[in-house]
């Protein structure tokens, strides 16, 4: 099913980074029958690999893309494991007080904020992005608080409201995976690890929440890695 086929004319801008959450965030908006633009950043992520993931899921679902680099925000935004090579990614699970580290200060503000303006160019009333629960504790701009008050935000930032959905905000990187696996996604389609390298790393944050989600699906993630420390396996 392409966009032209669904001939709907409901417009949706999702934020499309090329991880798993995003990955499933649109599929979802794609099954509820929105004409999708997808929209994905350069904004200096070690992990810049994810954008090739990205580009060719939208090339192959014919879903226009942009790809949008903002590396400039990183003479005033800085301090993260994600954009700097001075700081080490963090390892261990992702819930650990170490993974702030990859913290990209009001990045979601950024994103959101230009989001909201290409949609309202577009005429599009809607930005999906892919927030979720186990987020919350780790990146301020993933709380649900944070979403409420951009949406007040951008219900009014225009004559035409824009709505901000974020499908998942209350789900796990689990239940995503779960919602993920019932549409029939092939996940070997998109990248999570905090490394760009060849293959995921199996051991940052990113790469051990992820594996953790495949197994207590009782799933095998299709990706290639370097180490399955998560799983107790060695690739």
Same mark, same amino acid.
């Given at each position: ?32 029958? *929105?004409? !999708?633009f997808a929209l994905s950043f350069n904004y200096g992520q070690r992990h810049s690999k994810e954008l090739e993931y990205a580009a060719r899921v939208c090339e192959q679902l014919q879903i226009? #893309? ?72 780790? *990146?301020?701009? /993933? ?13 009014? /930032? ?22 993920? !696996? ?16 060849? #293959? ?22 299709? !990706? ?12």
């Amino acid at each position: 099913m392409t966009n032209k086929e669904t001939g709907s004319s409901k417009k949706a801008v999702v934020i499309y980074s090329g991880g798993m959450d995003s990955f499933t965030v649109l599929h979802k908006a794609r099954q509820q029958g *929105y004409e !999708l633009f997808a929209l994905s950043f350069n904004y200096g992520q070690r992990h810049s690999k994810e954008l090739e993931y990205a580009a060719r899921v939208c090339e192959q679902l014919q879903i226009p #893309h942009k790809v949008v680099d903002i590396t400039a925000i990183n003479q005033l935004v800085g301090g993260s494991a994600l954009t700097s090579d001075e700081i080490a990614v963090p390892e261990g699970h992702y819930a650990e007080e170490n993974m702030k580290a990859t913290v990209v200060p009001n990045r979601n503000m950024i994103l959101l904020s230009l989001a909201t303006g290409y949609a309202l160019s577009i005429g599009a009333d809607k930005v999906f992005y892919g927030a979720h629960s186990g987020d919350h504790t780790i *990146y301020p701009d /993933c709380r649900p608080e944070f979403v409420e008050a951009v949406n007040k935000v951008t219900q009014i /930032c225009d004559w035409t409201p824009v709505t901000i959905e974020a499908p998942y905000l209350y789900a796990s990187k689990i239940e995503i995976l779960r919602d993920g !696996l019932a549409m029939g996604l092939d996940y070997g389609q998109t990248w999570t690890c905090y490394n760009g390298r060849e #293959h995921a790393c199996g051991k940052c944050g990113s790469c051990a929440e992820r594996l953790e989600a495949f197994t207590l699906n009782n799933a095998t993630d299709p !990706l290639a890695y370097e180490t399955r420390e998560a799983q107790g396996e060695s690739a």
